[in-house]
């Protein structure tokens, strides 16, 4: 045991080693992890929301939203639809902005930036671009009045909101839904009388140009807005009762219960075609979902909105008291309750919102997701890709919503007209596309508002969302051959765009002119190379260089990149220790900027990383400390992922803690910049992620940033870069306790945990289990056969102990608390009394005791640990004792007692026949294998068998598939690797001689 830290206690007590029944083990475990039902995942509220629509419940198919006020009187619906934006297809674009850039560098180089941006306010910005608009409101009004037991609810297990409440002994509900298999929203509205349910329904638009008109049996209302148009129609059925429908309304009366669908079309085909009739789409919508009835409309949204959401469980603790109180009193008190049942419902309410806002067929997630109500919306409800739609999609492939990440690689594809466009007019660049930090419905991509528009990176940043869903899927070259034009044309623009700064004698390519996002030095705006475009420049670089190797394309292309790769500036630290944000040291220590641009390369990049760039990731730290935590809700949300990246899981834990506050959450859990911005929601989920595993860098690092508040839990469905998914994993008392990782393609797997390493070839489809030491547990297991030496990592199952490495580096098992233990499979040749010896080392100061017993847990004998004959924990000694054991295959538990908190070290431990007894004289034989350390690449064993005998030496790796065999007799030193360098990794090495086998499992570094 090496010096401070706490001992692991694992949730997981293996009592076979079938791999069987392990994996029952491990299923029972999972069952009692995720129960949730005294924690239902809703949303719930005790009054209607009024007329605020941060209080009103969101529902959404990807390509409609909707957002329920829940009066009783007026129950207004918000409406939304994916492709009404105001404005039409057309760029943004300013004439003649190239021929300014010569200018505006000059001065910059000179050092005269305020002239600089003179220039790029005047010549370089383009108009705004459009803003994404209301549908207008669906309104269902009822003569219920002092209605009592109000209840308003969404479900997040079946995307399903609801309201109830009673009048005139009468309990009345509505269930309101989005389906994206029908498209279509959906009412139910129903009563426990029968023939109580009356009411009417409308819509509204606040656009001016708009006609209601019905076919006598649906409302049928036709709006245009600049060049969209769009047509809603709303129909009903009804079980009993009066049906009329004219004068723009609807009319229920005496029903047993009705269900209201309503559906949208539009005109719009693409950024540059809206040519579409939304007429005839919407009619075909309704005729195929008339011949449904409700429960097959029920049916068929659960099937497909809970294929995707139950994919990912979590559990981060026990529930506190007040995890029944209304949504808003939650939120409220969390600061003093610190209910991790809360954290659960706002991780599951951001995948919620991300499977409501973005499917495909339907436009991204905007800065609002898919919900607005105003015409003049705040930023436009648009794209803002300077942080905000970039940060919407950093949980798609983490949290296992593969299906919500269409529409944004749709979005980046189609943007390349646009952008390269505008990368001849404002950038003179003939090859390549850009974007600036804002775009909207029809892919607008030049610099707006101001000098601090001119940031020419956009693309760069959402063309790194291509790659990443390749990194989560590596092995479709289909996929990656249709987006590889769009992240070579990202990349091409830098490679023709960057210009020789002449300022710090390197000569680095940089962008020019620029800005560090929505910061600024000394009041000016523009500069040249900041840090946020090197590092998005370098990723884009390198992974189109590497896209193109995958494919075989493009040497040409390649070289090119490569050669504007090397010249690109370094992420550097300045005169407080921080990264800098600017090529200069410009940064002001106390600037408290919601963006922090300049960590780009710690998250969601992985140029600065603990292991890789441990003095970067000190400069990020100043960094995070001088912007300081409070921040708009977005901002606390990317300081998670911050924070869990630097492995700091209390600090990541307090920024949710400031997030989940009234002043950063509303009432109905929307981000609050404020006002409401979507990205919050969605970052959150990434950094709850992030917390608790990470996979960037080639190897899955599990609960890297694991927060004292959550000491025991569970989460299960996740997903990691290289084609893997967590199929479940739990911890206890902060450790990790199980985990099995599911290879959906079969790509090596490469896992850390603490200091232990687990890496195998897989098969696609195989589940690997470990325990907490990252030991595989769900292979079979090979006993020992008597007389043998075995290795004490080398257990078939454990409680609490951990492997750790002795001062010369081999692994033995330290880190023992009181009641832990580590059990052995071995084979004994016939019953007697056998040795029983082990080394052992202590640093404690008072004695413990390592007992041996069965697999009934009957005592066979004991060893004394004595701190009298080691004084230090790698200080070692034998121990000794007799136990007796019956003949065969069993297992012998070693149990661990004492009093300090750590107890012993133990190395490995020996049984060999006893020389007083007979039986066991007449089988002993000389057998014996010893793994030798040589080189990082290789292994080799000493083994040693009687003179004349022959052995086989077999190693294999993790899947059964042997690697290399050698032959040889008596006593002798076999020697894999020396050759040919083996690979990093576990294997089996299985040594047989005559009926004598011993099966060791050993790690190439």
């Known amino acids: 045991m090496k010096a401070e830290t706490f001992s692991l206690k694992s949730a997981l007590k293996r009592t076979s080693v079938a791999a069987s029944l392990a994996c029952a083990v491990a299923l029972s475990l999972s069952s009692a992890a995720f129960a949730t039902t005294d924690n239902p995942l809703k949303l719930w509220y005790n009054t209607d929301a009024g007329s605020e629509f941060t209080n009103a419940l969101p529902i959404g198919n990807g390509y409609m939203g909707a957002i329920i006020y829940g009066g009783v009187e007026k129950d207004y619906i918000g409406l939304n639809e994916s492709t009404v934006w105001s404005g039409g297809p057309g760029d943004n674009n300013k004439a003649g902005a190239a021929d300014h850039l010569k200018d505006a560098r000059d001065a910059m180089f000179r050092g005269d930036y305020k002239t600089a941006e003179s220039i790029v306010n005047q010549y370089m910005i383009g108009p705004g671009p459009a803003s994404f608009q209301p549908v207008g409101d669906l309104v269902i009004s009822t003569s219920h009045k002092g209605a009592t037991n109000y209840r308003r609810e969404l479900d997040l297990k079946t995307a399903i909101a609801k309201t109830t409440y009673s009048v005139g002994g009468v309990n009345h509900t509505r269930e309101y839904f989005a389906s994206y298999p029908d498209h279509v929203i959906v009412v139910h509205l129903s009563a426990d009388k029968s023939g109580s349910v009356s009411f009417g329904a409308t819509m509204t638009t606040p656009h001016n140009n708009k006609k209601m008109s019905d076919d006598g049996k649906t409302l049928i ?51 540059n075609d809206v040519s579409a009739d939304p007429s005839a789409i919407a009619a075909d919508i309704m005729s195929k979902v008339a011949k449904k009835s409700y429960e097959e409309i029920l049916n068929d949204h659960l099937a497909d909105y809970q294929a995707i959401f139950n994919r990912v469980k979590i559990d981060l603790g026990a529930a506190d008291a007040s995890a029944g109180d209304v949504t808003s009193a939650r939120v409220k008190n969390f600061n003093s309750t610190n209910d991790a049942s809360l954290v659960e419902l706002h991780y599951q309410y951001g995948r919620y919102l991300l499977i409501a806002s973005s499917r495909k067929g339907g436009q991204p997630a905007n800065l609002q997701g898919i919900w607005n109500k105003d015409t003049n ?70 610099p707006i508002d101001g000098a601090w528009g001119l940031w020419p990176t956009g693309a760069g940043w959402l063309s790194t969302h291509l790659w990443e869903h390749f990194l989560f899927n590596p092995t479709d070259k289909a996929y990656l051959q249709d987006v590889y034009s769009t992240m070579k044309g990202a990349a091409l623009f830098f490679v023709n765009s960057l210009v020789e700064e002449p300022e710090t004698g390197n000569k680095y390519l940089v962008t020019a002119p620029s800005d560090s996002p929505e910061n600024d030095h000394g009041g000016i705006n523009v500069c040249f190379g900041p840090t946020m475009d090197n590092q998005i420049i370098r990723d884009v670089l390198n992974q189109t260089i590497e896209a193109s190797k995958i494919l075989g394309v493009d040497e040409d292309v390649r070289a090119k990149m490569e050669a504007t790769v090397k010249r690109l500036p370094p992420t550097k630290t300045g005169k407080y220790g921080q990264i800098t944000e600017w090529l200069q040291d410009w940064d002001d220590p106390n600037n408290k900027n919601r963006h922090i641009s300049h960590l780009y390369g710690l998250f969601p990049s992985a140029q600065i990383t603990p292991e890789e760039t441990p003095d970067l990731v000190k400069g990020a730290l100043v960094t995070l400390q001088q912007r300081g935590d409070d921040a708009t809700g977005w901002s606390l949300a990317w300081k998670i992922n911050f924070w869990a990246r630097v492995h700091d899981g209390d600090h990541a834990y307090k920024m949710i803690r400031m997030l989940l506050t009234p002043d950063k959450t509303y009432n109905n859990l929307f981000d609050a910049h404020p006002p409401f911005q979507i990205d919050g929601n969605f970052g959150a989920v990434s950094g709850v992620n992030e917390m608790l595993m990470q996979s960037h860098n080639n190897r899955i690092n599990l609960l890297p940033a694991l927060p004292s508040q959550w000491k025991n839990g569970s989460i299960k469905g996740i997903r990691a870069r290289g084609g893997f998914e967590v199929d479940s994993m739990a911890w206890k008392d902060g450790k990790l306790a199980y985990v099995a990782i599911k290879s959906l393609v079969g790509e090596k797997l490469n896992v850390v945990y603490g200091g232990n390493t687990a890496t195998f070839s897989t098969v696609p489809g195989s589940v690997y289990e470990f325990d907490g030491n990252l030991k595989l547990t769900n292979q079979p297991f090979e006993p020992a056969e008597i007389p043998a030496k075995i290795q004490a990592e080398n257990y078939v199952a454990m409680e609490g102990v951990q492997i750790e490495p002795d001062e010369s580096g081999e692994p033995n098992l330290g880190w023992i608390n009181d009641g832990d ?54 200080d070692w000694y034998v121990a000794e004792t007799s136990i007796s054991l019956p003949a065969g295959e069993q297992k012998i538990v070693l149990q661990y007692n004492g009093e300090d908190t750590y107890l012993l070290n133990i190395d490995w431990l ?96």
């Open 221 to 271: 209302y036709d709006v245009t807005v600049n060049s969209i148009k769009f047509q809603n129609r709303l129909t009903v059925v009804a079980d009993g009762g009066k049906v009329s429908v004219g004068g723009g309304n609807i009319s229920v009366e005496g029903a047993n219960s009705a269900t209201l669908i309503l559906t949208t079309g539009t005109n719009f085909k693409s950024f």
């Open 377 to 446: 919306p705040i930023w436009g409800s648009k794209y803002t890709t300077n942080i905000n739609l970039e940060m919407n999609y950093w949980p798609v492939e983490t949290a296992n919503l593969g299906e919500c990440v269409w529409p944004l690689i749709d979005k980046i594809k189609s943007m390349v007209p646009q952008g390269e466009k505008t990368a001849k007019v404002h950038w003179g660049v003939s090859e390549g596309w850009v974007e600036h930090h804002n775009t909207d419905l029809w892919n607008r991509s030049a």
């Open 821 to 874: 233990w580590s059990s052995y499979l071995v084979k004994v040749p016939a019953a007697g009394t056998y040795k029983f010896t082990a080394r052992v080392a202590t640093g404690s100061e008072t004695a413990s005791t390592v007992t041996i017993a069965d697999s009934a847990g009957k005592a066979l004998g004991s060893i004394k640990v004595d701190p009298e004959k080691s004084k230090g924990w790698n």
């Open 910 to 1005: 020996e049984l060999a026949a006893d020389a007083t007894t007979i039986a066991a004289k007449n089988i002993a034989m000389d057998f014996g294998v010893q793994l030798v350390r040589m080189s990082r690449a290789s292994l080799a064993f000493m083994v040693n068998v009687p003179a004349g005998k022959l052995f086989t030496v077999t190693l294999m790796d993790m899947n059964g598939v042997k690697v290399a065999s050698h032959q040889g007799s008596g006593a002798g030193l076999v020697e894999f690797g020396d050759a040919v360098p083996l690979s990093a990794g576990n294997y089996i090495a299985v040594v047989k001689s005559e009926s004598r086998k011993q099966t060791l499992k050993v790690y190439v570094h």
